[in-house]
Every structure is written in structure tokens, then in C-alpha cells.
């Protein structure tokens, strides 16, 4: 902010903490935390099995579902 950068205040995106601003040329940027990380709604062991979304996507889940390709996990996956 001190460099005159418009940034956002801190978003809470459920899985990590972001901010977001843009550049001169108008791309924008999101610079976002590790944590908490994708381990808060499932254990590693099952991570990728099914689809997970933030509270704020649950309305839009049967369309996302549709949308997006499956993903399959190897069974010799670490």
C-alpha cells in the first residue's frame, strides 16, 4: 500500500488467505498463505477422492461436478 498498490484486505478463501492487487499494466495478483491448507475437511489419505469446495461454491456444486473432468488418483499414489 505504501507503493501506491490498491490491495485488498486479507480474504479468507476457506483452504489459505489471500490478497489481491494489480499491477500498472492491470494484471491482477493474488499472493496467498500455505495454510491452513486442503487438510481441514479431509485427511491426507483421501485427499483428491472427491470433490471439496469452500462454503461459498456449495451453492454452485451440482454445476462444478458437471463441468469440471474427473480426476483419478493412482492406487500407488504416495
Known amino acids: 500500500?505504501?507503493?501506491g498498490f490498491d490491495v485488498?484486505?486479507?480474504?479468507?478463501?476457506?483452504?489459505?488467505h489471500s490478497i489481491y492487487f494489480r499491477e500498472p499494466g492491470g494484471i491482477l495478483?493474488?499472493?496467498?498463505?500455505?495454510?491452513?491448507?486442503?487438510?481441514?475437511d479431509e485427511p491426507a489419505a483421501s485427499?483428491?477422492?472427491s470433490?471439496?469446495?469452500p462454503p461459498w461454491l456449495e451453492a454452485i456444486r451440482e454445476r462444478?461436478?458437471?463441468?469440471?473432468?474427473p480426476i483419478t488418483v493412482p492406487k500407488n499414489a504416495p
Open 1 to 3: 500500500m505504501s507503493l
Open 8 to 16: 485488498s484486505p486479507v480474504m479468507d478463501r476457506t483452504y489459505f
Open 29 to 40: 495478483f493474488e499472493i496467498a498463505t500455505d495454510g491452513p491448507g486442503f487438510l481441514i
Open 47 to 49: 485427499l483428491g477422492e
Open 51 to 53: 470433490l471439496k469446495v
Open 64 to 69: 462444478l461436478e458437471r463441468v469440471l473432468p
